[in-house]
């Protein structure tokens, strides 16, 4: 996944460069609502309380209303009114909230990337995860700074980023936890392999190194067509670790799959 293709460049910075004509809080909104509503009903799993997974499906609203444009000025102010709504928050989890917390951090309606630099680490994959296997053999990595003073990594700046240096276009980037990491990781097939325990736990060590201090983690999918990478309609999976100061990134793309050609 190294040589950049002009029409996946566009069509990824396309879908990044004017959220707000596409995000849709008259729509958004009353959905999320909707959810939060359902989530405290006698079927929920967590009764009254909100737990992480109704809490994420829920925060979905906002960055598929009408497609993964982000969230939008008028859904980030409502975002944080309920960021600061002590009674909602008292609602969820302790994993609820802190996934509440981190959306709310890197979705923040800015549309204009900051200057994230990717270089191409040194070293193969299966050298830095200390294993060999499909998720080795199929991994892509990359890091870089954003300029001190220049910005902080957002949903926005992580999406152009990645379809900047890595090619394909991106969906948005979510939260995840490092149990979710791992499951990822060791769960998704990668071209009709299942990846081995080690080089998945020396993955796990390597990306978690960057946001071992920040707890910020994040994971998106992508999908390719006729990239340059591949004759082939391809999709795949990317991680980003993020530094406590939220401008040094360590992205790892895994290619997963092949689906045709058409």
Request: proline content about 6%; hydrophobic content about 40%; some cysteine.
């Amino acid at each position: 996944m190294k040589t950049l293709s002009m029409t996946s460049l566009l069509s990824g910075l396309a879908l990044l460069a004017a959220p707000a004509a596409f995000a849709s809080s008259t729509t958004s909104i009353p959905a999320f609502e909707a959810s939060i509503s359902t989530a405290q009903g006698p079927n929920s799993p967590g009764g009254t309380a909100i737990v992480r997974s109704e809490l994420r499906a829920a925060l979905e609203a906002f960055i598929y209303d009408t497609g993964p444009q982000g969230v939008d000025s008028t859904e980030r102010a409502y975002l944080t009114t309920r960021l600061n709504d002590t009674p909602f928050q008292q609602s969820l989890t302790g994993t609820a909230a802190k996934y509440f917390a981190d959306f709310h951090e890197l979705n923040d309606a800015t549309f204009t990337s900051y200057p994230l630099y990717q270089g191409s680490v040194a070293g193969t994959a299966a050298s830095l995860f200390g294993a060999t296997g499909p998720l080795a053999a199929n991994a892509d990595i990359r890091e870089g700074y954003i300029p001190n003073g220049q910005g902080i990594a957002n949903q926005a700046t992580l999406g152009t980023a990645f379809t900047t240096y890595f090619e394909p276009p991106v969906g948005p980037f979510q939260p995840i936890t490092v149990k979710e990491l791992i499951e990822r990781l060791a769960t998704i097939p990668i071209k009709g392999s299942t990846p081995t325990v080690d080089e998945v736990e020396g993955a796990v060590a390597y990306i978690t190194q960057i946001s071992r201090n920040s707890n910020r983690l994040y994971a998106a999918d992508w999908t390719c067509r006729r990239c340059s990478f591949s004759p082939w309609n391809t999709r795949g999976y990317v991680i980003a670790a993020v530094s406590t100061d939220r401008r040094f990134v360590r992205m790892v793309s895994v290619w997963t799959a092949d689906y045709g050609n058409d």
